[in-house]
């Protein structure tokens, strides 16, 4: 691979299209437990191993009678039957009915043998041993029958379902503890620079923490992909070298921040060299953030080099990455939330680079909501911080005008705050 091919600037929608084309849906099952399966993807179908319910079962609280003892009952005129027992929910009944008796059961509980139906406590009233029955019943009246619910061997949810609450429930009472699942893509976190120091440890004179190490790895979480750490190195070839072979060994995908440019600490383009032939490569992409952002598929793993900046690598994740992991996790892609908005000022922008620009919203007594662009560079984590969301400037276009309506995309973590009335103020 030539020097020539580095920085060879691509267009943002070309690269995204490259590389949803080496994203593969995983094809690998793993069994979790059913109270850790939530929001995860059905490997296969699911058939129901029993009825549900698997015996036959009173609706009402009253009592389990033979339907025929019933007929002729009326107000004026009961019918008396012997009472020879109780069945409580949770309990095999020891009773068989035999005609002109009742069985009291509660709500839920087994219906004895020989009981075809079930009469309301509010019609009978009890005495002496005795119940007196004011209203007739009808063979299966207020009996849940065997598999109402669920027959055994019924499919009860299909393979590549997302799984919720509800279907959990589903799943376990058919009395699954466990259940198989498209395994979640490894993902690999590498951060490189000579700058950086692991938050909690002292910083000295020319240093910061890292903060991609931990933004990134929240962000593949929320993505549907399972983070691996595989630390922090400083850029030094031989280092980055040896992790990268060992994380695309491990793992599906291997994401790397920093040493994307063209200077003496930026190693990566070397690494990827150093590595083999790529089976796509891009270095430069025409967007803002995020310009010396390198994908690459190696060994039918990506690679992917964000840049070291803050936003500029949690713009990238987000717009390019993020898709990536969701397709391969088998989630649905992110939608992001769109609050039209209008320009509180002029944007301006760069031509031949489609432009993220992180927004933060506020209202005025027009009615309107206003984007306002956030004054920091991409190096500070706190223009993400602050910022709602952002609009997208298009390569073409180099000013925006004020008063000029625009879509904001909202960040995920502030959706909450545009739906809420009561939450923080705009």
């Known amino acids: 691979m030539k020097d020539s091919v580095f920085l060879k600037i691509t267009k943002f929608d070309d690269a995204f299209s490259q590389l949803q084309k080496f994203s593969y849906p995983m094809e690998e099952s793993e069994k979790v437990p059913l109270k850790e399966s939530l929001n995860r993807i059905l490997f296969r179908d699911v058939k129901s191993p029993i009825d549900v319910p698997d015996f036959p079962g009173s609706?009402?609280?009253?009592?389990?009678?033979?339907?025929?003892?019933?007929?002729?009952?009326?107000?004026?005129?009961?019918?008396?039957?012997?009472?020879?027992?109780?069945?409580?929910?949770?309990?095999?009944?020891?009773?068989?009915?035999?005609?002109?008796q009742c069985v009291k059961i509660s709500t839920g509980a087994m219906v004895p043998k020989g009981a075809d139906s079930i009469i309301m406590v509010e019609y009978t009233e009890e005495g002496n041993g005795r119940i007196k029955v004011y209203r007739p019943v009808s063979p299966g009246d207020n009996i849940t029958k065997v598999g109402t619910d669920l027959k055994a061997g019924e499919v009860v949810l299909r393979k590549?379902?997302?799984?919720?609450?509800?279907?959990?429930?589903?799943?376990?009472?058919?009395?699954?503890?466990?259940?198989?699942?498209?395994?979640?893509?490894?993902?690999?976190?590498?951060?490189?620079?000579?700058e950086l120091v692991t938050p909690g440890q002292r910083l000295d004179a020319g240093k910061i923490y890292d903060v991609n190490s931990v933004t990134i790895h929240q962000a593949v979480l929320e993505s549907g992909g399972a983070p691996i750490e595989f630390g922090m190195l400083p850029d030094e070839y031989s280092l980055i070298l040896e992790a990268v072979e060992s994380a695309l060994s491990s793992s599906d995908i291997v994401l790397v921040s920093g040493g994307t440019s063209k200077g003496p600490g930026d190693l990566m383009p070397e690494v990827i060299q150093g590595i083999g032939t790529p089976s796509f490569f891009v270095h430069g992409i025409a967007m803002k953030p995020g310009k010396p952002t390198i994908l690459s598929s190696i060994r039918g793993k990506l690679l992917l080099t964000l840049p070291g900046y803050p936003t500029s690598a949690l713009i990238v994740y987000y717009t390019l990455v993020d898709p990536c992991i969701r397709k391969m996790a088998r989630?649905?892609?992110?939608?992001?939330?769109?609050?039209?908005?209008?320009?509180?000022?002029?944007?301006?922008?760069?031509?031949?680079?489609?432009?993220?620009?992180?927004?933060?919203?506020?209202?005025?007594?027009?009615?309107?909501?206003?984007?306002?662009?956030?004054?920091?560079?991409?190096?500070?984590?706190?223009?993400?911080?602050?910022?709602?969301?952002?609009?997208?400037?298009?390569?073409?276009?180099?000013?925006?005008?004020?008063?000029?309506?625009?879509?904001?995309?909202?960040?995920?973590?502030?959706?909450?705050?545009?739906?809420?009335?009561?939450?923080?103020?705009?």
Do not use: W
């Open 160 to 194: 590549a379902k997302k799984l919720t609450v509800f279907d959990s429930g589903v799943l376990a009472s058919i009395g699954l503890s466990k259940i198989d699942v498209f395994r979640k893509p490894k993902v690999a976190i590498i951060s490189t620079g000579n």
């Open 59 to 100: 609706s009402r609280d009253g009592y389990a009678v033979i339907s025929a003892d019933t007929f002729g009952a009326e107000e004026d005129k009961p019918v008396l039957l012997h009472s020879v027992g109780e069945v409580c929910i949770g309990t095999k009944p020891s009773v068989v009915l035999q005609r002109g």
């Open 331 to 426: 989630q649905p892609p992110y939608r992001f939330q769109i609050v039209k908005a209008y320009t509180s000022t002029r944007f301006y922008s760069e031509i031949g680079r489609k432009e993220f620009k992180p927004c933060r919203i506020s209202s005025r007594d027009d009615g309107r909501f206003y984007v306002i662009p956030m004054p920091t560079g991409s190096e500070a984590i706190t223009t993400l911080g602050k910022a709602d969301g952002f609009i997208i400037i298009e390569e073409n276009v180099e000013i925006v005008g004020e008063n000029q309506e625009v879509d904001l995309h909202v960040f995920p973590h502030k959706v909450e705050k545009m739906n809420d009335p009561m939450g923080e103020e705009l």
